[in-house]
């Protein structure tokens, strides 16, 4: 019997859905289709493929009512939230928005005997595999991109989200998008291996763990695939004594719970300049003892279960290492903690970088909260991280947030907001957050490979 990928649902332990794999064979096969669809797809007008991904894009959005529900069985995001499609569709839109620019030949020069210029050019076909925690925004991030610049797509998705590369290759194939063209695939990770190993995509997009992207380097090294990935997070926020208290607690703790905590770029370790620092725990404790935990189906539901009872596991275990190495705890246990994937959020304080909770990514809904006396203390706090994907600064002043932001190991600097994703700019990170660019212009550069004209008019 051949091996199957089974989602678990985190509201009851129950299986939600179940795929079988394909076959290293199957899958090669699935490929060489994507190959040789990919230079029809790439020959015809920008503006048709353009049109053929928003019109997929808004099929989409014509299934939400059908995707919410089943984001919240999948992993556990509750339904009183509405889904993914506000994002998906904004970043999607402003990738077909730059793209005649960003794709655009670079003139160098033209004459009476020379003509010099650049092309963008796709790199063929591209693998995404794609994370749960945010299963439709992080996939399009880069199907849309790499299908408007000319390349096929093979989509995997993770396992907790089974049900979404499917979902996504129905719209897009209903709008008009070739089947080869988009290919949802259910993989193993040895045939995904075989298959990045043996040269069977041109690049490689991953979300994920560190381990994992560490896999998939391992599997490309010799093949000169690319690989861009985006992997682990442990992003920080700093509150200076200039900031807007209220704003400041607001947005970084529901930067730090929102999604069960299950965000790339959530919030996990917060620095609060020490004269803002007891009135900021105050609110932040007080916000958190507001939210209900419960079925994410129930509308009133504000925080679902953790997405997999080994994620939660790994939170609790963060948090009681933390506990028993002096740390405060401030939020008493919630009804619905069943000790599984149903997981009380928790603050944090009187912690140390000794403890994992504050270097180790939780991923989960705990935030710990330190006092500092300096921009010079908060800096170095913020660096002393394997981490480096984005930073939030609070302060009214904008010189000193970059000057802060300049000295931060980081992909991106925030000022008074965080926990966003703008595809005008680069969404990038450093260290163990792993290399490569995401949306933007950059992400259309990342997706292409520039191909070089030097055009003699005349021979002799």
Not at 23 to 32: G, I, P, R, Y
């Amino acid at each position: 019997m051949g091996q199957t990928l089974k989602c678990i649902s985190p509201i009851d332990g129950s299986v939600y859905a179940e795929r079988a794999v394909l076959s290293l064979q199957a899958a090669q096969d699935v490929t060489a289709r994507a190959r040789t669809a990919q230079k029809g797809w790439a020959a015809r007008p920008l503006q048709e493929r353009i049109d053929l991904v928003m019109a997929g894009v808004a099929a989409v959005g014509a299934m939400n009512d059908e995707i919410v529900p089943e984001l919240a069985h999948m992993m556990g995001r509750p339904v009183r939230y509405g889904g993914e499609f506000g994002g998906f569709n904004e970043r999607a839109s402003h990738m077909a928005e730059i793209a005649e620019t960003a794709l655009a030949d670079i003139k160098v020069s033209e004459d009476e005997r020379f003509k010099r210029y650049i092309k963008r050019v796709p790199h063929g076909v591209v693998f995404v595999v794609a994370p749960w925690n945010y299963p439709y925004m992080t996939a399009i991030n880069t199907v849309a991109p790499a299908l408007i610049a000319g390349n096929t797509v093979v989509l995997k998705h993770a396992t907790q989200t089974l049900l979404v590369g499917e979902r996504m290759a129905q719209a897009f194939h209903a709008a008009g998008v070739p089947e080869d063209v988009f290919q949802n695939v259910f993989l193993s990770h040895d045939v995904t291996n075989d298959l990045i190993a043996g040269n069977a995509f041109d690049f490689v997009n991953f979300t994920g763990s560190v381990g994992g992207g560490q896999a998939m380097e391992r599997a490309a090294a010799g093949t000169f695939t690319g690989v861009g990935t985006e992997l682990g997070g442990k992003d920080p926020g700093y509150v200076m004594e200039d900031a807007d208290l209220d704003a400041a607690v607001d947005t970084l703790i529901d930067g730090a719970m929102f999604n069960a905590g299950q965000c790339c770029c959530g919030i996990e370790r917060i620095y609060v300049h020490e004269s803002l620092y007891d009135d900021f725990v105050a609110k932040a404790v007080e916000i958190v003892k507001g939210y209900t935990l419960g079925n994410p189906m129930d509308e009133a539901t504000t925080m679902g279960p953790m997405a997999n009872v080994r994620f939660a596991a790994e939170v609790r275990a963060q948090i009681d290492e933390a506990v028993a190495a002096g740390a405060v705890a401030h939020i008493a246990p919630m009804e619905a903690d069943d000790g599984a994937a149903y997981l009380t959020p928790q603050i944090l304080t009187n912690v140390t970088h000794k403890m994992r909770v504050m270097r180790d990514e939780s991923f989960g809904p705990v935030v710990g909260i330190m006092k500092v006396a300096s921009d010079e203390e908060a800096i170095a706090l913020m660096n002393d991280s394997e981490f480096g994907l984005t930073a939030s600064l609070w302060t009214c002043d904008l010189d000193r947030a970059a000057r802060v932001g300049d000295e931060i190991e980081t992909g991106t600097v925030f000022m008074n907001r965080a926990d966003y994703l703008d595809p005008g700019l680069c969404w990038t990170g450093c260290k163990n957050t792993g290399r490569g660019g995401g949306l933007s212009v950059i992400g259309y550069q990342n997706l292409t490979r520039p191909k070089s004209y030097h055009l003699k008019k005349v021979a002799g």
